[in-house]
């Protein structure tokens, strides 16, 4: 830009900066492509107000969500901290049966309710974002979330991320109506809120704030970037009012890089890509074909029981498979275990979207990836023994979420924060996360989001 007599600026930021003048060079600070202007939501000083309340209301949801699911695990397996599928594993057969059939009907009958009287309503927060104005229904958006809790906590194949997700992005839908914002700044505060009920009730404000840029909003940008890492920061610390501050896989070991998972990130990273293709594709196709109407009566309790009974087996495929993973980081598992986990988990998960039940895959898939790298890494080590079955299932869940995610910087932080380890493993994790997500974006393109959203006019 041309410079002004006297040595003043006609930049045109917004917002314009306090010191008119340019530096000596006379080169403009706007030549910085992520900090040129706000875009089209202006971030004015109602906004900055919305996007803390925004973090408020989300961390306050995020631990009442996770309190109601706490609550429903105590009741349904007095499950009292610990290992869940410990305490899923000391019950009876009978007893998982009859809770995940019962916790079938529950969301059967809840979700049709919902989606019967409700149906006006938005409840889908990354379709509103991408093909929309941002605008969530907050009763129908708290019906889906409470649902999705008690049935998760029953023991159905879902994740935990999904409800805090939603209402981050419900509650800032009200803000902005409150506050009358624009609709690109309802859509930045939405976008916000969502990857800030992430942050909240898995203590990972920076990978929430980089799934908010990187995922939800496909932007860098420092107006992005700053507003998002402000809203998942606020939601982090109430939630920290509740909820535990330490790491989600708490007693992870620092392990070693060593020659041997170099190597194997580069074969692995191709395994974990060609299979992600597969795993998204699936989902997509159930996530069209899932049940509706009447027949979730009896569709989404029969898959439910089918999932308990392959659970008298293999009661880690209770839950989100949190559990599942943290065994894998550890190191625990034969390899058997981790290859029917792996073959298991996302089928169980799949299944169990096609009934017609409403819940996250984040975790699911994360955990997927992370007994996928135990069982690959087991039997790569009977070719170059010395390292540590752990250290390669650290990398397979970051490959796997990573590419499933169509996003490897957020599956990269994510899994770091959420085990507050890894940095000695950050290049070989990267490897493999870049790999995977080439091959899934060459080969296909869709994401876990992506492939879930809803066909048009529904």
Known sequence: MARKSGGESERQRVPQPLIKRRIASGRGAMEQPNATHDGEAALTPVFWVAIVLTGIATGLFGAGLMSLLQYVEKLAFSYNGGSYQAAVATTSNLHRLTMLVLAGFIGAVGWYLVRRYLKKEKAEIDDALWNGDGEIGLRRSLATSVISEIVIGMGASIGREAAPKLMGGASASVLSHWFRLSSAQKRLLVACGGGAGLAAVYNVPLGGAIFTAEVMLGSLALPTALTALACTLVATMTAWLFLPSRATYIDVPNYHLSGSIMVWSLLAGIVIGFLAVGYVRLLGWVSATRS????????????????????????QLFGNGKDMAHDAFVGVGSIGLL??????????????????????????FMATGAVLGGFLGAAWIHVWPGSPVGAFALIGAAAMIGAAMQAPLAGLVLVIELTHTGFNLMIPMMIATAIATLIVRHIDGYSIYSARLPGHGE
């Open 292 to 315: 509706k109407g009447f027949s979730v009566f009896w569709q989404m309790p029969l898959a439910f029981a089918v999932v308990g009974l392959l659970g008298f087996k293999y009661p």
């Open 339 to 364: 290859f029917a986990l792996f073959a298991l988990k996302p089928l169980v998960t799949t299944l169990t979207v096609a009934s017609g039940a409403s819940g996250g895959v984040f975790t699911p």
